[in-house]
């Protein structure tokens, strides 16, 4: 049994700051993403024996994580819960440019399940590749590529209220919006 922990905890050292990141962004806090990373690190623990390839250890931990946070938010309570930055920009003017970004962020992810949510941060922001995300998702490739759109889709029509209209039209006849990064979203 120590060995196999000892294995575990050298597997998951190569990318254990990356993967801590990961948690805190997809519970969209430090104090939350790092509880949900050392519950699924317990489970990733326990359940080290039945990995059969170890080269798939990345996608196998971040599959857990990604089930272990779709378990919290199904939750009753996890859904009851309102982030404190949210209440703070219903109530009064940002002083800044970038709370009305992270803002806008927030409003944009709150759309997403929370596989979609896993699923774009990873892409997005952690650089993962399409390969990668087929393989973590056991999934075709463009399996994946289509639901990255379809998020996408999702984050956009959340945000559209709060988008200024350009004046250009795209050939569907769909609106276009406009993102000046000098000015700041409105509510």
């Known amino acids: 049994m120590k060995n196999t922990a000892e294995q575990f905890w050298k597997m998951l050292e190569p990318f254990h700051p990356e993967a801590e990141g990961f948690c805190r962004k997809l519970a969209g806090s430090r104090e939350d993403g790092d509880d949900?990373?050392?519950d699924s690190?317990?489970?990733?623990?326990?359940?080290h024996a039945t990995l059969r390839d170890p080269e798939s250890f990345r996608p196998w931990i971040y599959r857990i994580i990604v089930n272990?946070?779709?378990?919290?938010?199904?939750?009753p309570w996890w859904r009851l819960a309102?982030?404190?930055?949210?209440?703070?920009?219903?109530?009064?003017?940002d002083p800044s440019k970038a709370h009305a970004w992270k803002r806008l962020l927030d409003r944009a992810l709150g759309a997403l399940s929370p596989e979609?949510?896993?699923?774009?941060?990873?892409?997005?922001?952690?650089?993962?590749?399409?390969?990668?995300?087929?393989?973590?998702?056991?999934?075709p490739q463009g399996t994946i590529k289509a639901r990255l759109s379809r998020a996408r889709k999702?984050?956009?029509?959340?945000?559209?209220?709060?988008?200024?209209?350009?004046?250009a039209a795209d050939k569907t006849g769909e609106r276009q919006y406009a993102l000046?990064?000098?000015?700041?979203?409105?509510?």
């Not at 690190?41 to 359940?47: G, M, P, S, W, Y």
């Not at 896993?118 to 056991?138: P, R």
């Open 41 to 47: 690190l317990l489970i990733a623990l326990r359940k």
């Open 180 to 187: 000046q990064r000098s000015d700041t979203p409105s509510e």
């Open 36 to 38: 949900l990373y050392q």
């Open 116 to 139: 979609d949510k896993a699923l774009i941060i990873l892409f997005e922001v952690e650089g993962w590749s399409i390969a990668e995300l087929a393989e973590l998702h056991n999934k």
């Open 82 to 93: 309102v982030p404190l930055d949210r209440v703070e920009s219903s109530v009064g003017d």
């Open 154 to 167: 999702k984050m956009r029509k959340a945000l559209e209220k709060y988008l200024p209209e350009s004046n």
């Open 68 to 75: 272990r946070h779709k378990n919290r938010c199904r939750q």
